[in-house]
């Protein structure tokens, strides 16, 4: 499976290189603090509260990511809701999922890709999760789904999301 988000753009410090211009994006806070954690949503991209955070889409819905701040006794409850949010969807996880491990100075990252398809295609299922060190912060959650057309017709939108998401962590 390919997907349009390359794997390099969340695991070398979530940096990429944007392969061309993306529309004005309008900066959102994701977990409030001093500093926030912001990201850069791209025009034409929508965002609304959810129970932990954020959530951004696509207009056309091809294309949903969740920013989610959590204390880890909550992450099995939130990985059970997002689960059943794709299940009802109709994504099927395919197979086991690939993790990789960063070590930064204030938090790890860890990147999760689950082999999934929708509508009989693959798909883009993609876990980020921030840790930070000090362990009276919350932890973050971001998670990627893209429709297989989604993931190719946005993947300049993704990186660009990422990269400011990126910039705002290493910020903290």
Known sequence: M????????????LAVLLMGAVAIANPVTVVPGQPPVTVDLPAGWTSSAIKRGIQAKTSDAEVFVWFESFRPAELKELLAEHESDFKRRG?????EANIEEKDFPTYFLK??????????KPTLLRYVAVSPKD?????LLVSVWASPKGGTRYATDLNAIFDSFRMSVEAL
């Open 2 to 13: 390919t997907t349009s988000l390359p794997k390099s753009a969340s695991v070398a410090s």
């Open 91 to 95: 994504v099927t996880v395919t197979g």
């Open 111 to 120: 990147i999760t890709d689950v082999p999934a398809t929708y509508e009989g």
């Open 135 to 139: 362990p009276n912060k919350r932890q």
